[in-house]
């Protein structure tokens, strides 16, 4: 039995140790996960303290799976674990029912689950717990509780120290469709063999006599019964998702809303690309290095844009802090967001491959730069 308890512990921990640190990573991926939860509970007011929420949930579960695999306070962290777990665990079962989110986001941008495989992993991980519970005479460390509750400290701090790090820097991983080396229109063509979305429609009828409405499939429509069937709506319902490729939503328009998308990707030579989902929250402190690197583009001959989701007033409004020579785009911000997380953040594209990405506080001067424009 013991081995067995130990095999399970350690299990768990691997599991619960690579989810916080796939999301540790990108914490503000997972903050744009919470955004997204609180939108469709109807709780969006909660939104601002989504990065916090964040922070806790990565730096928890990070820490737990740490404790379980090395066996520090392993009572603690199995309840601390199952009291994490009654709470996901409703939450995607209901998720698996409405579809409200269509990706939990439990593993970050690493791996892809639907709701319902999160939902059946969630309870196959839970009912371990509750053994590993129910067992917990053979959970025991061999180190006295102080250094036990040091050790603890010391690996949740660290885990929010890392994830700050990835924040103020680019993370650690890129695990998003859009890393450095991406040749972004590769990654959004769909193979010969492609599986379509598959949908069911059905076609609504209201009664006339009684005012009750009614589905029919499209074999046994009552089209002739006028008398009795008059046509309310159709319904497509989505049955299997289909192939998506990983970039999906990367469409640039100009200010006039014209599809600018293969203009900017055909452009063989070196761009420069400053994303900022939101001009009015971008940190003016690195805007002058965009200056720098704005003349260094016009005397190569280099293209500058700025892609943003901002609207045509604070375009024009905000744009006055960024060089004249900067073009500006609009784009979906959540695809912005998938991009780059900090704002403002420098792209350097070449040919329709992404060659460096830099978040606002990395930035380099133009001696840097210059070590990718071959």
Sequence with gaps: MKL????????????????????????????IKFEDYFLAMGIEWLSPAALFFSFLMNAAEFSLGIMLIINTLPKFSVIAAIALMTVFTPLTLWLAIYNPVTDCGCFGDAITLTNWETFWKNI?????????????????????????????SVIFASAFIFEFYNIIKSPLIDFRPYAEGTNIIK?????????????????????????????????????????????DTTINKLIKKGYEPPIHDFVISDLNGNDITENILSNKNYSFIIISNDLKESNEKEI?????????????????????????KDIKRYSLRYPRSIKFFTADKKMLQTFVRSNPS??????????????????????????YIK
């Design 124 to 152: 196959i991980i839970l009912a371990i717990l509750i053994f590993l519970l129910i067992k917990r005479n053979y959970l025991n460390s061999r180190l006295i509780l102080k250094k036990e509750v040091f050790f603890s």
């Design 346 to 371: 420098l792209i350097i594209l070449k040919n329709a491959v992404i060659i460096k990405k830099y978040s606002y506080f990395e930035i380099p001067g133009i001696e840097n730069l210059k070590k």
């Design 4 to 31: 067995t308890i130990r095999i399970l512990r350690i299990f768990i921990g691997i599991i619960f140790t690579f989810s916080g640190f796939v999301k540790a990573v990108d914490p503000i991926g997972t903050q």
């Design 187 to 231: 990654n959004m063509e769909y193979p010969k063999n492609a599986e379509k979305d598959i949908y069911e429609t059905k076609i609504v009828y209201k009664n006339l006599k009684s005012g009750d409405k009614k589905e029919f499939n499209i074999e046994n429509c009552p089209y002739d019964d006028t008398l009795t069937w008059a046509f």
């Design 288 to 312: 002058s290095k965009l200056k720098l690197i704005a003349k260094f583009a016009e005397e190569n001959h280099l293209k500058y844009y700025c892609f943003t989701a901002s609207g045509e």
